[in-house]
Nanobody
C-alpha cells in the first residue's frame, strides 16, 4: 500500500506563494490528490492528478492560482500555490487512490476525499492579511 508524507507548509502574507510536496512510497499511485480542512469546516478537495500527469482537476476556488504536478523520478507530487489568500488557511493533506478516485472527482466532484485510500498527516498553511 502506498504511503504519503507531506511537507512545505508555512506562514505567508496574502499574495504570497508556497509549494507543498508529497512523497509517495514506494511509488506514486494512480490518482493523487490534495485536500484541505480549516477549523470548523469540512474537508474539501483542492486538486488531483492522474498518474503520468496527463490530466489535472481543480476546485473552482483555486483555479488559476494553484497548480498540481508530479515528478515520477522522485515519487513526488507538488502543489504550487500562488496568490494565496487568508481563506486558503487550512491543514493540507495529500491523498492517494486508484483511478476510481480521480474518475469520481472528474464526474461528481471531490466528495471530501472518500474515494481516496491513503492519507498523510498534513501540513499547515497559514495566510495572513
Amino acid at each position: 500500500q502506498v504511503q504519503v508524507v507531506e511537507s512545505g507548509g508555512g506562514s505567508v502574507h496574502s499574495g504570497g506563494s508556497l509549494r507543498l510536496s508529497c512523497v509517495a512510497s514506494p511509488v506514486i499511485d494512480s490518482c493523487m490528490g490534495w485536500f484541505r480542512q480549516a477549523p470548523g469546516k469540512q474537508r474539501e478537495g483542492v486538486a488531483a492528478i492522474y498518474a503520468g500527469g496527463q490530466r489535472t482537476l481543480y476546485a473552482d476556488s483555486v483555479k488559476g492560482r494553484f497548480a498540481i504536478s508530479q515528478d515520477n523520478s522522485k515519487n513526488t507530487v507538488y502543489l504550487q500555490m500562488n496568490n494565496l489568500k487568508p481563506e486558503d488557511t487550512a491543514m493540507y493533506y495529500c491523498a492517494a487512490g486508484t483511478l476510481w478516485a480521480c474518475n469520481g472527482w472528474s464526474s461528481a466532484g471531490p466528495d471530501g476525499g472518500t474515494r481516496f485510500e491513503t492519507w498523510g498527516q498534513g501540513t499547515q498553511v497559514t495566510v495572513s492579511s
